[in-house]
């Protein structure tokens, strides 16, 4: 396994130094990656043994390590300190040279020592930092560099210099411990550049370079500085050469450029002008720096995002930054442009990182290819780092060194400051932090909290001082998006006349701390499923390294869905795993496109973020790409047909129809193109490929949104499954926009009520109310009845006395040979999605009251897949089976489930807990927990009976859906069979 890491990760390592790009401030440049020494002082014995000297050092056992790397790459799971050690030879020519020893990133505290000399100490892990250090080497001979590091600490109760467990900023996805970026020396003059931030202003065509120089020497020093221009081409654009004083320390300059005929950078032409800054004495060149750079601004006019003066929808795709091998660095350069593209291609306009700061090169390719980005930093990530004295120090470190680093990204047009906040600490830094990161760049929005769950979000305009409320909504619907959870898209951020307006009076729209009328934006959406592991596993086995996390967990989650299909009997219905895969990625597309068709419907909001383009660690489920960066086929295609620039979205109302009572139908316009005329074509075909509905429209496709048609439609003599195609055609032929809805027909027949004995005890008259009116005869349960007769238990009433009562006659029922039918189950609330638990196994003899119950969360998805399974029964008679519920079943569509429930599932669902046994200070790095599986419909052996129990909600929806209405009425003559 040795001999295969090593392999692995030297493969990396070359891969990685080939793709470092230098935007650095000197040629005189030599890179130390490569082959170094490392003691894993897992007992932090290193510095009061003096280890960090030459002599110290080479007595331990050193083992080698490549550079740059993360430490669970060679050593799984490692974390605490490691102390480094390489040997270095500079040129004599580097004599009488400002010297600088630089690392673009080092997780976490650095400490740091050349010929047993004391250089200094860095505090941050995805930044860079460097120290001058020509006073401590010798050139042209041998010198000796000691590293000593201490990662974060997320597995281990640890405690290092002062640092505990998940005390310091830290990144879901890896620990990334260790020199996981490049190391390098380089050497200058006496008169160096510091700082080059340069503000492009596209008002004024000008380009304003901030220019820090230091000189190093004790007198006063003239300084030739030349600032460059060029073109794409590298034809010169303006350049501009001045001879400056320059006194010891500190020397600022901030010199304006006109940039004629200047071309701006953007998502469809992202244009790139080279500037390049040198600074000489005596003729010689002291110091130089070169970067990239774009003419664009990114800001929020009347209530609509703008770029270039253009207005812009826009379409993220949140971001984990995670990979298969090299964890928090791309393990290539065609791996990070294969992801940029497929985002691009799938309509989507932006990126968010997500809590990280991305490694330069995939900025610089952001920057190439044409991709808005956010500028995030690694703090607040879900309650993480923890609360400590140290929380505000790490805050401000971070948010430091993340701005002065990347601001002169031409593709960052946003700095996203916090995250879902839920501390007090930090909602009262807000505006602190907020304030300080204008004053590092001016040039840039800021948004103070995405979420807004402090006190709602903010966002400083660019150049601006004071905020502007914003509300910034993460959403997760899960599964079903049925006619409730679509509205809830519609009302979202709707004030009391829009509401009244739009006939969703009493409808609650989503968000925290939401300001009604006012700009929105949902920046998480998304639903999830699993990426095909078969695959997945596949690509582990050939080219990933069996030690990272990544590839332990792809490997056992794809066991634990095994076992969990067994344990159900729904492995007979997918033999081939790989099939329930593709299934459950299907489900994800589908709820995707209804959540962003349903967004774009809402004429308040202004963009909406999916979540997320790659999964990764404990929302592996979200990605519409896998680890690996293939697309995960309907999800990915399903999203990128509802994030098209011009979509025809359609309601149907109610999804489910009685025959004799018809729906409303009704098609959209959206569209982010000028108005243009077309012929709108929309036909409803039949599930035996009949066509029984025609209409043909010349009508113009509105710039943003529009009513393209709506009709009551007459279902009298309709049965089964139909679909309704729209097809939009411009005035030269061309299909521009595309959609189709499918919907169920039940007639008369097919709901005929039964004819056979039951009882029933109800709490609250739903289930009887419907019985009477629909006919069917019953008597009422008491504790003699005969057992031959079969008993429905309507719903309860929230804290009725009786209920229990009730129950425990109705359990003695079923041991003396009854057979019971709950329609809802009150057992045990299963924690909170932040709750430790260890679930287990529960026997029928504890039933209804004793049985594990999943709620919400867990049993709709939120970003992971939670498929619930229908089996081929009479209980599902009339109906499709054999599949995950999605369409005819988003009304009955469980919201609470009966976890690992002994008996015999006739629906059941499987999922995962989204982090080992829902154990807060195990949600990081280590990948999700153990695949649970839970009954919707579950029959089982109860003493000489029986019970039936149903979490699917068909009492709520009777006389609402006819599929609860058939469902009610399999049940009974089940039961009598």
């Not at 291609?345 to 990280?356: C, D, L, Q, V």
């Not at 027909?745 to 629909?774: G, H, Y």
């Amino acid at each position: 396994m040795k001999i295969f890491c090593k392999s692995v990760l030297i493969v990396l390592i070359e891969i990685i130094s080939a793709n470092c790009f230098s935007q650095t401030n000197s040629a005189m440049t030599l890179s130390l990656d490569g082959s170094w020494d490392i003691i894993y002082d897992d007992a932090n014995l290193g510095i009061a043994n003096d280890w960090y000297l030459n002599e110290n050092f080479e007595k331990q056992d050193f083992e080698k390590i490549d550079v740059p790397s993360c430490w669970e790459s060679v050593k799984e799971n490692y974390e605490g300190v490691g102390i480094y050690r390489t040997k270095f030879i500079i040129p004599e020519a580097w004599n009488d040279k400002i010297v600088q020893l630089n690392f673009e990133a080092v997780n976490y505290k650095t400490e740091v020592w050349i010929n047993d000399q004391v250089v200094g100490f860095h505090e941050g892990g995805y930044t860079p930092f460097n120290f001058r250090v020509d006073k401590l080497i010798e050139a042209g001979k041998e010198n000796t560099l000691v590293v000593r590091v201490i990662s974060p600490i997320i597995l281990t109760d640890k405690y290092i210099d002062g640092l505990g467990r998940q005390e310091v900023p830290m990144w879901r996805g890896a620990i990334a411990g260790g020199i996981w970026q490049s190391v390098s020396i380089e050497a200058k003059g006496t008169l160096g550049l510091q700082d080059v931030f340069i503000e492009p202003k596209i008002d004024s065509n000008t380009a304003t370079f901030n220019i820090e120089i230091e000189n190093t020497e004790i007198d006063i020093a003239q300084a030739e500085v030349l600032v460059k221009v060029l073109s794409k081409k590298g034809e010169l654009v303006v350049s501009k050469k001045e001879l400056v004083e320059t006194f010891p320390g500190k020397n600022n300059l901030q010199w304006v450029l006109n940039i004629p005929d200047a071309k701006y950078w953007s998502t469809t032409n992202p244009y790139l002008y080279k500037a390049s800054v040198v600074v000489k004495k005596s003729g010689e060149v002291s110091d130089q720096w070169t970067h990239k750079f774009g003419m664009r601004e990114f800001t929020v006019v009347n209530d609509q995002f703008y770029l270039n003066n253009e207005p812009i929808y826009l379409k993220a795709a949140f971001f984990e930054g995670l990979y298969p091998v090299g964890l928090a660095y791309p393990d290539s350069k065609e791996m990070a442009i294969k992801e940029i593209r497929l985002a691009k291609e799938a309509g989507f306009n932006m990126i968010r990182p997500w809590r990280k700061p991305a490694p330069k090169m995939w900025l610089d390719l952001c920057d190439e290819m044409g991709v808005l980005t956010v500028g995030s930093l690694v703090v607040e990530c879900m309650h993480r780092p923890i609360s400590s004295p140290r929380l505000p120090f790490v805050v401000e470190n971070e948010l430091r060194k993340t701005i002065m680093n990347n601001r002169n990204r031409t593709c960052i047009v946003q700095w996203e400051l916090f995250n879902e906040i839920n501390r007090p600490i930090l909602a009262q830094m807000l505006n602190s932090m907020s304030v300080l990161a204008r004053e590092l760049d001016p040039t840039r929005m800021i948004l103070d909290e995405s979420g807004g769950w402090g006190e709602g979000a903010n966002i400083y305009l660019p150049f601006e001082r004071t905020p502007k409320k914003f509300n910034d909504i993460h959403h997760y619907s899960g599964s079903q998006v049925d006619e409730d959870e679509f509205n809830g898209y519609l009302a979202t951020a709707q004030n009391k006349e829009e509401l009244e307006g739009s006939k969703l009076e009493g409808v609650k729209g989503y968000g925290k701390n939401v300001v009604p009328g006012m700009m929105t934006y949902i920046s998480e959406l998304g639903y999830g499923s699993t990426p095909n592991l078969t695959a997945n596993n596949k690509e582990f086995s050939e080219k990933g390294n069996p030690i990272v996390a990544p590839t332990v967990y792809h490997k056992a989650l794809d066991t634990g869905y095994k076992t969990a299909l067994e344990k159900t009997g729904f492995n007979t219905i997918y033999p081939d795993i790989t099939s329930f895969y593709l299934e459950q990625q299907k489900m994800h597309g589908i709820a995707n496109k209804r959540m962003i068709e349903a967004t774009r419907l809402n004429d308040i909001v202004k963009g909406y973020c999916v979540h997320a383009l790659v999964g990764g660690d404990w929302v592996i489920g979200a990605g519409l790409l896998d680890l690996w960066r293939n697309p995960k086929t309907l999800v990915y295609d399903m999203t990128k047909e509802a994030n098209q620039e011009q979509i025809t979205p359609i309601r149907i109302m109610p999804r489910n129809v009685y025959a004799n009572k018809g729906t409303l139908v009704e098609v959209y316009g959206v569209s982010e193109l000028a108005s243009e005329d077309a012929n709108i074509l929309i036909k409803i075909i039949s599930e035996n490929g009949k066509e029984v509905f025609r209409k043909t429209i010349k009508n113009t496709f509105y710039n943003g949104i529009s009513a393209i048609y709506k009709t009551q439609l007459n279902t009298e003599g309709f049965k089964g499954s139909y679909t309704v195609n729209v097809e939009v055609k411009n005035d030269i032929g061309k299909i521009v926009a595309s959609n189709y809805q499918s919907f169920d027909v039940f007639s008369e027949q097919q709901l005929e009520a039964p004819k056979a004995k039951i009882a029933v005890i109800d709490f609250d008259n739903t289930l009887t109310s419907f019985l009477n009116a629909k006919g069917v005869e019953f008597v009422a349960f008491h504790p003699e009845l005969d057992k031959s007769i079969p008993v429905l238990v309507g719903k309860a009433k929230k804290k009725d006395k009786n209920y229990k009562a009730s129950v425990e006659q109705l359990r003695k029922h079923a041991q003396g040979g009854g057979y019971v039918v709950f329609f809802e189950v009150l057992g045990e609330r299963v924690a909170g999605p932040e709750d430790p638990l260890v679930l287990k196994e529960t026997d029928s003899s504890k039933l209804p009251f004793g049985t594990q119950m999943f709620q919400k969360w867990d049993t709709r998805g939120g970003w992971a897949a939670k498929s619930h399974i229908v089996t081929k029964h009479p209980i599902f008679d009339g109906l499709p089976t054999e599949m995950i519920m999605y369409g005819l079943y988003e009304n009955v569509h469980p919201v609470v489930a009966m976890a690992k429930q002994q008996g015999t599932y006739i629906a059941g669902a499987i999922g995962y807990d989204h982090f080992p046994d829902k154990d807060n200070m195990r949600r990081h790095y280590v990948g999700p927990g153990d695949v649970w599986w839970a009954a919707d419909v579950l029959e089982t052996p109860f003493g000489k009976g029986k019970m039936l129990l149903s979490t699917m909600r068909i009492v709520e929806f009777l006389d609402k859906d006819p599929v609860a209405e058939k469902l009610l009425y399999n049940i009974i003559n089940h039961i009598n069979r």
